[in-house]
């Protein structure tokens, strides 16, 4: 068995079983918490609408932080838009889906991904050089803040380097690239990652709790 | 010992021309990427040469590299520089057998030993002597014996480089490669199935011409021919690109000529020089014809995921494991949410 056939066989299943059962097991471990008991009135009626106001207006920046957080936010929104096009436009991508999906859907061209891809890793260093030169930042940061960093660039450095090439052969950077993916999949459940399918689920429940208290959300 | 013709001799008798001569010596240089100033040497090397004597030892193969030889197109020069050589032994090609056919092998290895040439196609069996044998001497025998007096040997075809389909899972007859076994001498692989019939002669050429074998790759195939992959080179690389891919074998895509990297095309991690060499004079190659690469110059290719499996589609298990990691993690879930209950319970009956 060579490189390849390892990364594509063994380590990606091996990755897919602690990918599914990690994050199964975050998600029931939360929801299956007891609520804690809130013996207040409700000053509006918290429910699914408030959970879904607060999902959408906490994608924006409140005004009076508009100007603050300008610089980051747009870095973090490069970096997540190119990382979803990479991941899911990517036509070679959509195969692998396809694969255990079943269906496909339309991508881009491998110029426009390459461009989104460098864009999602310049953003992602722009942001790790802030958070090593912002004190505060700097002081808050631990090693998943990092680790979660690499685990997170490195597939899209290495998909890169696929079309690059750069003397390497293909079939090794592609083992090494599906490699990576390994690793992030296998971290993805367990670190600040976890934000990837908690995200909606913690937002939407700070909806429903400031909705009842009476928070302007 | 009779002296033997040189190469030039056999060619002029052949009736070959000058023209023709130093066109594939050319050729032979520009794809050995050696600089135009080597052709008059390829050439003087060639016209002097005297016949190399070349035994061809056939294992557990389907003799598909010989036809690829044999077959390949009308006369060409390759195929009388070929001529050029002294086969001196080759099952399907001589008119001996059985004992005369060994006499001729002893023969053979009596009068060049140290300079003769061993090629082979077919993987060797190791499973049981009696999978395969030839004159009651069971492959692995043969050639040990007769590679002991070899200059070098050719792995001729994926079988004998890598084991090839014989050596596919089960692999029931504990198929090797000649490299597997060959440790104390030049083994040069010309994988495929079968190989080009120019990479085939050009590597004989080099040898010919120099005296020395080709530079090889990782896996001893020659760099001149396995140094770049199919996709490289491929003429629907720019629809690769653009992300045009043909999804099935009749669609609009498959008739525009786009890529067949969806149809599980293995170009991009195939060593080899179809894209450039081409097949039948120049003519095509399966791709131009539009069927997928196989990936049949590399190794494990018969295993190696689904011919029609796109190289990106990971190699799952079924469903049922996946389903079972899903159920561990709701188990697991609920374990936490339970001892989460009992922390919860326990601060708010403490305070």
């Keep these: 068995m060579d490189l390849l056939e390892f990364a594509k066989g063994p380590a990606l299943q091996v990755a897919a079983y602690i990918l599914v059962a990690g994050s199964i097991w975050r998600l029931v471990g939360i929801l299956l ?89 310049v953003s992602g260093i722009a942001l790790l050089v802030r958070r090593i030169t912002n004190p505060v930042l700097r002081l808050i940061s631990n090693f998943d803040d990092y680790f979660s960093w690499f685990v997170t660039l490195f597939p899209i450095v290495t998909g890169l380097l696929i079309s690059v090439r750069m003397g390497f052969r293909y079939e090794t950077l592609l083992a090494i690239h599906i490699l990576s993916v390994a690793l992030l999949m296998i971290w993805l459940p367990f670190g600040k990652l976890g934000h990837t399918f908690l995200v909606f689920v913690t937002r939407g429940t700070t909806g429903m709790v400031f909705e009842r208290r009476g928070a302007k959300t | 010992m009779k002296k033997r013709p040189t190469v030039g001799e056999i060619l002029q008798a052949k009736g070959v021309s000058r023209r023709g001569f130093l066109k594939y010596c050319a ?85 060049n030993d140290g300079n003769y040439l061993v090629l082979v196609d077919g993987s060797i069996p190791l499973g ?84 020395e074998l080709p530079e090889l790759d990782a896996l001893s195939r020659p760099l001149a021919f396995y140094g770049q992959t199919i996709h490289d080179r491929c003429y629907r690389r720019p629809f690769y690109e653009q992300g045009k891919f043909a999804k099935t074998f009749d669609d609009e895509g498959a008739k525009a000529g786009w890529c067949l990297y969806k149809l599980g095309c293995k170009g991009p991690t195939t060593y080899n020089a ?78």
Aim: with cysteine; charged share 15%; aromatic share 10%.
């Design chain 1, 33 to 121: 918490l007891k609520e804690k008991p809130d013996f207040s009135e409700p000053r509006q009626s918290g429910g699914l609408l408030a959970a879904l106001k607060v999902i959408y207006t906490r994608s924006f920046t409140a005004s009076p932080f508009k100007r603050a957080t300008l610089y980051p936010k747009m870095m973090a929104y490069v970096m997540h838009l190119g990382l979803f096009a990479v991941v899911f436009l990517f036509v070679p991508h959509i195969m692998f889906f396809e694969g255990f999906l079943g269906f496909e859907w339309p991508g881009l061209p491998n110029s426009v991904i390459f461009f989104l891809g460098v864009a999602a890793v």
């Design chain 2, 27 to 111: 050729t032979t240089a520009s794809i050995l990427a050696l600089p135009p100033s080597m052709i008059p040497r390829i050439a003087e090397a060639i016209e002097n040469a005297r016949r190399t004597s070349v035994i061809w030892l056939s294992f557990q193969e389907c003799t598909g590299c010989t036809e690829s030889l044999t077959r390949s197109a009308s006369p060409t020069v390759e195929g009388l520089i070929f001529d050029a050589i002294s086969l001196d032994y080759h099952h399907t090609l001589q008119a001996a057998a059985g004992e005369q056919a060994e006499a001729a092998r002893h023969a053979a290895m009596q009068e």
């Design chain 2, 128 to 211: 049981n002597p009696g999978f395969s044998t030839i004159a009651g001497i069971s492959n692995v025998d043969m050639l040990k014996e007769t590679v002991a007096g070899a200059a070098a040997v050719v792995a001729i075809g994926s079988c004998a480089a890598f084991g090839g389909i014989p050596g596919a899972d089960p692999n029931p007859t504990g198929a090797v490669s000649v490299m597997d076994l060959v440790t104390d001498k030049p083994v040069i692989n010309v994988p495929g199935c079968p190989p080009i019939p120019m990479v085939m002669t050009a590597v004989l050429t080099q040898f010919l011409t120099f005296g």
């Design chain 2, 274 to 351: 179809c894209a450039t060499t081409k097949w039948n004079n120049g003519t095509s190659f399966p791709i131009e014809a539009g069927h997928p690469c196989l990936g049949c110059s590399e190794p494990n290719f018969w295993d190696d995921g689904g011919f029609y499996e796109p190289l990106s589609t990971g190699h799952f298990d079924s469903g049922e494991k996946l389903a079972g990691a899903a159920a561990a993690g709701v188990a697991l879930g609920a374990v936490a949410a339970a001892a989460g209950r009992r922390r919860q319970a326990k601060f708010m009956k403490e305070g």
